[in-house]
C-alpha cells in the first residue's frame, strides 16, 4: 500500500557528509510525517530526524548541529543531509513514512510504511 524507497548510503571518514533520499509511493496520497531511523548492530532503532506536513522538524539530541531533515512535499520525498559524520552514526538508515491514503479494504484511512534501508558506514 505503501511503498518507502530510500538511497545514498556509503562509505565516508570521518568528518565527511552524505545525503540519504527517500521518496513515499502507493495509495498514500496525503503524507503527515516522514522520518528517518537508525539502527546499529546489537542496538535499538531509533528516531534520527522527522518532519511534518507543516515543516516542522524534530532531532535526536546527538546529531543537533550536524544533520537537517527536507522534505518535498510535492513528490512525498524527505532528505537527511549528514555532515560532520562520526563512527557513531554508523547503522542502517530507514526512512518510515506515515499519512492519509486507501487501505486495503478500500477505505481511506492511516498508512505507514517502511523503506528497506540503506547502509552508512563511517570510517576512522
Known sequence: QVRVVESGGGLVQVGGSL???CAA???IFSINAMGWYRQAPGKQRELV???TSS???DYTDSVKGRFTISRD???N???LQMNSLRPEDTA???CHAEGLGITSTQEMGILSGWGQGTQVTVSS
Do not use: D, F, H, P
Request: charged share 5%; glycine share 10%; proline share 0%.
Open 19 to 21: 545525503r540519504l533520499s
Open 25 to 27: 509511493s502507493g495509495s
Open 49 to 51: 530526524a522527522a518532519v
Open 55 to 57: 515543516g516542522s522538524t
Open 73 to 75: 512535499n510535492a513528490n
Open 77 to 79: 520525498a524527505v532528505y
Open 92 to 94: 542502517v538508515y530507514y
